[in-house]
């Protein structure tokens, strides 16, 4: 069993986060638990933007100067870093603006493959009226909506698998929803509200036996625990930048090789072809065909940076922090009067992104209070309303940790929610 | 307990989360809004959803129509949502029912005023007098999160007195 980290490895880390000094009103300190919607940034991945802009900023795959050139490599090497980080190989990690756009990508691609684009390679993709498109009632609205959206625009039909009272992803009806007619199995890696880490196996398994294909939103898996997409075996996986410690406005889409190789693009443009005549282009091979217009390279650098930290951190290390904050998260809640757990309340396959009803409390009023007492957290539906009205609420309070969380963070987050009750006058036990 | 958070939630606004007025099981309708027209007055109703938290009210507004100046008879609602927003549509049916249209409309307008004020508050009497509990919100403008939560059935009033077509008649 891998150790978490130490009180003084999280001091020592903590001090490479920069916005963790700041204080609030009343010089209160900050006590950040809404890493599960963005996470803060070490130094090294701020200072890797500036770095690029300072000495290295061009064009990047264009252009023969000595700049481009270095502009390139660094591109490049970002994209081998984080495809690296995620057990891939470089050529299979298309760059994307986030998950959502990773995950509409792939989507688009499977509707622009039903329109007939992409030739003959690209029928493998293509759906026919009475096929069926399977998620989960657990995904965030970005595995859900693209997927609702194909559906319409290809007549197709949605379906998905419902989760358990304590939030897990029913693998036991799998058999039932997956089916000869299931052309697209998407599913969360770990849900962004019950913190649940899906078994992926049988999903893929359930995929392949339907010839079905897998795609993985990772979005909340790869920033706290070690990801390799080869060895999940799935067709496609989303994951975003933000989240693991890197920059906003980058993310990736992962697409096995040959998939890739056979999917049509979706944006078009500049950079993303081969011949252009007045009547019609050739496509790049993949990643760039998904590549359109000038990409993101300062913040492709910057995540590249935020992956080898990472790795530097030890992503078994970072996994057990996650499981000791989770487990302190769930003790603390535990004790608490009238507050419910939408979510695994043991500290198995969960990760430290635990979700709270208060009874007699709305989530907004909860968040509230808890920001007067300096702790950050996420209140609403978390951009996942189906999953909240399966569990009879419209709005939970998530308390979400990071590498840099602490038992300190734990322990105010605790004593905050533990006044919520008695300050709006609802009475224990009501 | 901070300064900024006692003026949040005053005591008013807690009670009134706490005891709602005006608040009642409004029943299915057609749709999301439905406006019905008889002799002496109109019914309508409308949905507002604050789609960041996902407060809901549902609120339906009776005008009376017979006299000189159209006069809200009634307002019942439904909803969900946090101490602020429910709160607030407790206060406006204190407000409102059995004000004429120029003076609700006239509500409204210092109601949304009020919120403008960052919590400094508008330090004038005669729109203190006209917001009666409502002044209670003025903490709330210091928290620009909040603000649409306090707003909810405001709009949601403004829209279906629009409905009820009680306008059409100024």
């Known amino acids: 069993m891998t150790a978490p980290f130490t009180a003084s490895e999280l001091a020592t880390l903590r001090a490479d986060f920069p916005l963790l000094a700041r204080t609030l009103r009343d010089g209160r300190p900050l006590v950040y638990l809404d890493s599960g919607a963005t996470a803060q940034k070490p130094q090294v991945v701020i200072d890797a933007e500036t770095q690029f802009y300072t000495c290295t900023n061009a064009a990047v795959h264009r252009g023969a100067h000595r700049l481009a050139e270095e502009a390139t490599d660094a591109f490049e090497q970002a994209r081998e870093q984080v495809a690296a980080f995620v057990g891939a190989d470089a050529d299979e990690l298309v760059w994307t603006q986030s998950s959502t756009g990773a995950l509409n990508l792939v989507a688009y691609a499977i509707g622009n493959a039903t329109a007939g684009r992409g030739g003959a390679a690209a029928r493998r993709f293509a759906l026919a009226p009475g096929d069926e498109i399977v998620v989960t009632v657990a995904e965030h609205h970005a595995n859900l909506v693209p997927w609702q959206e194909l559906a319409a625009r290809t007549g197709t039909a949605l379906r998905w698998v419902d989760v358990d009272d304590t939030g897990r992803l029913r693998t036991d009806t799998l058999d039932e929803v997956v089916t000869d007619r299931t052309r697209v199995v998407a599913f969360t890696h770990v849900s962004n509200v019950t ?19 897998t795609v993985l939103d990772a979005s909340q898996s790869v920033p706290h625990l070690p990801v390799d997409l080869h060895a999940l075996d799935v067709d496609f996986a989303a994951f975003t930048g933000h989240k693991m410690l890197g920059p906003t406005g980058v993310g990736a889409l992962y697409g096995r090789r040959e998939l890739l190789t056979d999917l049509p693009p979706v944006m078009t443009g500049g950079s993303m072809v081969e011949v252009v005549t007045m009547e019609s282009a050739t496509y790049a091979p993949p990643p760039q065909r998904f590549e359109a217009g000038t990409q993101m390279v300062a913040q492709a650098v910057a995540l590249g940076v935020a992956a080898q930290y990472m790795t530097g951190l030890g992503m078994d290390r970072v996994a057990a922090h996650d499981a000791h904050i989770a487990a302190l998260l ?50 609403g539906h978390h951009c996942a309303q189906p999953l909240h009205r399966r569990f009879g609420t419209t709005a939970t309070t998530r308390a979400s940790a990071s590498v840099y969380t602490t038992e300190d963070d734990v322990a105010a987050f605790a004593q905050a929610l533990a006044g919520v009750r008695t300050f709006f006058g609802v009475e224990a036990g009501q | 307990m901070t300064n900024e958070m006692e003026q949040l939630y005053q005591q008013v606004i807690l009670d009134h989360a706490r005891h709602p007025q005006g608040r009642a099981d409004l029943g299915e309708a057609d749709g999301a809004a439905t406006a019905a027209v008889g002799h002496a007055g109109c019914t309508a109703r409308s949905h507002q959803v604050n789609p960041t938290c996902g407060d809901e009210v549902t609120l339906e507004v009776v005008v009376d129509r017979t006299g000189t100046v159209p006069v809200v008879a009634d307002v019942r609602w439904e909803g969900q949502g946090c101490s602020i927003s429910q709160a607030s549509v407790s206060v406006l049916h204190g407000l409102v029912v059995g004000a004429d249209l120029p003076t609700v409309d006239q509500t409204a307008a210092t109601f949304r005023s009020l919120l403008a004020t960052k919590g400094a508050g508008l330090d004038d009497e005669a729109a203190e007098d006209l917001l009666g509990d409502a002044n209670a919100f003025t903490g709330v403008g210091k928290f620009p999160a909040r603000v649409k939560c306090a707003l909810l059935g405001w709009v949601a009033l403004t829209d279906a007195l629009v409905r009820t077509g009680v306008r059409g008649d100024d």
């Not at chain 1, 507050?339 to 992104?353: N, Q």
């Open chain 1, 195 to 213: 913190g649940a880490i899906t078994p992926v196996a049988p999903f893929v398994a359930a995929a392949r036996r339907a010839g079905a294909l």
């Open chain 1, 330 to 379: 769930l003790a603390a809640v535990a004790d608490l009067p009238g507050v419910r757990v939408i979510g695994p309340t043991d500290a198995a396959d969960r990760l430290a992104a635990v979700s709270v009803v208060v009874d007699g409390v709305h989530a907004h009023d909860v968040g509230q209070v808890l920001d007067d007492a300096g702790v950050a957290v996420r209140v």
